[in-house]
């Protein structure tokens, strides 16, 4: 079992940054991909960015050049570095991670940014 805590949620002005951290605690083993999703009021869940154990990153159009994603495998925790956001940036924020048998979510953390 993996458990996945979310952290740095909150409400920010538009154009001011946010930092989301996700740490990974349980039998942690096999690792492929961690990766960040995110849910708006009555839209599907969509990736934001996602990173493999070896360091390769994927991010959705929207957030190319604002978002980064990082890792720090000896901690097992991903972090989402949030610049520039925009209203259309909120939503809650979740925290995902892969292994070759099975995937674990996080319980959310809400981003809300205000014009």
């Known amino acids: 079992q993996v458990q996945l805590v979310e952290s740095g949620g909150g409400l920010v002005q538009a154009g001011g940054s946010l930092r989301l951290s996700c740490a990974a605690s349980?039998?942690?083993?096999?690792?492929?991909?961690m990766g960040w999703y995110r849910q708006a009021p009555g839209k599907q869940r969509e990736l934001v960015a996602a990173?493999?154990?070896?360091?390769?990153?994927n991010y959705a159009d929207s957030v190319k050049g604002r978002f980064t994603i990082s890792r720090d495998n000896a901690k097992n925790t991903v972090y989402l570095q949030m610049n520039s956001l925009k209203p259309e940036d909120t939503a809650v924020y979740y925290c995902?991670?892969?292994?070759?048998?099975?995937?674990?979510w996080g319980q959310g953390t809400q981003v809300t940014v205000s014009s």
């Open positions: 995902n991670l892969k292994r070759t048998w099975d995937e674990s």
């Open positions: 349980g039998i942690i083993f096999g690792i492929q991909v």
């Open positions: 990173i493999t154990s070896g360091g390769s990153t």
